[in-house]
């Protein structure tokens, strides 16, 4: 007998929540607040619009499916199963730090704050839950291209927006960067770290640096099976070059960076604290991931 459908409710802790912690009291909270020219009223409200949402969701799952709640700081320790549906109640960047620890389960996302979030992924009111939960039940879904980094080690990163490969603390790094496509071309740099991104990713940070670059490049959409890397700040120096600096890779095309600095880090969608390490000689390899984050609606 199959096991009855697990909803598992991602959310994150409320910045009211983490004021109140760290001030002990309601009242400390805001005075510490009105010290900096803010109101904790307008942070409060926030914070009762979010358990708000995760209550009108909880309220529509039906009676036998199973339930189970994560909070964003406890993602990487959290053991998800094929049966699961995933919804996230929350910010858009919710459903980019739970995308690398899922293979292929159905996400739904649901916005806490509409007109605050850009709604990218959150895509949907709580009050839509019930009948998105029976849409991810009937594999209704958008197929989001996701980014891997996997490391001569076996080391393996995947994210959904985008992937920094570069030193801790932004600090110079220095590696060999190679291209399957161009004729395998090496070239060793040093710079502020190299950025590749996805259609998702082409909403933030990824966007800025191809902004900032002229826009050349046509950015890719969500599901397309194409991405785009970036090297930021390349020096040029008798023993450093600036000629590969920018590019497009196509669902077999890989980005290999081999490191020649003590210690290099690789993260996904801004969670430095969940880092592959990589040492000197050491290579990675980036690429489309044969995995997609499959977002409901």
């Known amino acids: 007998m199959s096991l009855a459908p ?54 529509v799952v039906p009676l036998t499916w199973r339930q189970a709640r994560v909070e964003r700081a406890d993602l990487d320790r959290f053991l998800f199963a094929p049966e699961d549906v995933v919804v996230v109640v929350g910010q858009d960047g919710l459903v980019a730090n739970v995308a690398k620890y899922l293979t292929g389960q159905p996400v739904v996302g649901i916005d806490t704050d509409p007109g605050r979030n850009p709604g990218v992924l959150v895509r949907h009111r709580a009050g839509d839950a019930g009948a998105l939960l029976a849409a991810a039940r009937g594999g209704h879904a958008d197929e989001l291209t996701m980014v891997e980094a996997v490391a001569d080690d076996t080391q393996r990163l995947v994210a959904l927006n985008e992937i920094y490969l570069g030193a801790a603390g932004h600090q110079t790094a ?85 490191v020649e600095s003590d210690r290099l880090i690789v993260f996904g969608d801004g969670m430095e604290g969940d880092a592959v390490e990589l040492t000197w000689g050491q290579t990675v390899r980036v690429g489309v991931a044969g995995v997609r984050l499959r977002l409901v609606g």
């Open 174 to 258: 220095r590696y060999r960067l190679g291209l399957d496509e161009y004729g395998g071309a090496v070239e060793p740099q040093a710079s502020s770290g190299v950025l590749v991104g996805t259609g998702t990713g082409a909403t933030g940070w990824l966007r800025s640096v191809w902004q900032e670059r002229g826009g050349e490049q046509p950015l890719p959409g969500p599901t397309d099976d194409r991405l785009l890397w970036f090297v930021r700040e390349a020096w040029p120096s008798p023993a450093t070059g600036t000629s590969l600096v920018a590019g497009e890779l196509t669902a077999s095309g890989r980005l290999s960076l081999t």
């Open 6 to 59: 697990r909803v598992v409710l991602v959310h994150r802790t409320t910045e009211y929540e983490e004021l109140v912690a760290r001030h002990g009291t309601h009242g400390q909270a805001a005075f510490f607040l009105s010290s900096r020219g803010r109101n904790i009223e307008e942070v409060a409200e926030r914070h009762r619009r979010a358990r708000e949402a995760l209550a009108e969701v909880v309220s």
